[in-house]
């Protein structure tokens, strides 16, 4: 007979992990069928009627426990649609902030990564290229050009130098004012983590689902 249940989604979503682990466990644990002896007594040690009974009660409960934890599952996926949350100065239902955590939040610290990652590569590829290494290209361009920096003046050797470093240089080509979107958007997905994980929590807590199995 279908038996009815209600409880919180919070109550709902322990129970969902814990059945998880014991469906799995259950399963790998259990031997369903099995080879023997026609006349056999017992089979791999244990009394033959104790192993059908076992396999049989833990087949049973296995079936029972995936009824239970997608009724749950069903009635978890109702009620987000339908419930709703602040978040922020934004209301949204359950289902949208979810969603919104996963890939909305996802998308945006991908996007942070990858601009992390290529300021990064541009700060340091700026550093040793306009380091040492300029510095030993223009006295290599200065004695080539010169045969020594003996033979230039200071005022020729200051322009000299001016004009190769200005030619030479490596400068950060940043059109979008990167250092400052980095920062905008990680308090943003910061921001939001932090308010939608608070309103689920209280959410959650509250909200009664009912389902039968």
């Known amino acids: ?67 239970r934890t997608d009724a749950m599952k069903k009635a978890i996926s109702l009620s987000n649609a339908s419930t709703y949350i602040t978040v922020g ?29 290529q300021l990064t590569a541009a700060r340091e590829l700026i550093e040793a290229e306009n380091g040492d290494k300029l510095d030993k290209k223009l006295e290599d361009f200065i004695n080539a050009s010169y045969g020594s920096k003996d033979k230039v003046n200071s005022s020729e050797i200051q322009a000299l130098s001016e ?17 400052e979107q980095i920062k905008k958007l990680q308090a943003e997905v910061d921001k939001f983590r932090n308010n939608v994980d608070s309103a689920l929590q209280i959410s959650n807590a509250t909200t009664m689902i009912e389902f039968d199995y």
């Open 1 to 67: 007979m279908p038996q009815h249940v209600k409880m919180t989604v919070h109550e709902a979503l322990v129970e969902i992990k814990t059945n998880i682990r014991r469906i799995s466990s259950t399963i790998m644990s259990t031997t369903f069928c099995a080879a023997n002896r026609q006349n056999a007594k017992k089979i791999n040690g244990v009394d033959l009627d104790a192993f059908k009974k076992e396999a049989k009660s833990n087949f049973d409960s296995i079936l029972d426990l995936i009824r």
């Open 89 to 117: 100065d934004e209301r949204m239902s359950v289902a949208e902030a979810l969603y919104a955590l996963k890939k909305g939040c996802s998308d945006k610290e991908n996007l942070i990564m990858q601009m992390t990652s």
């Open 163 to 179: 004009m190769f470093r200005n030619n030479n240089s490596f400068v950060l080509v940043d059109p979008i004012n990167i250092s």
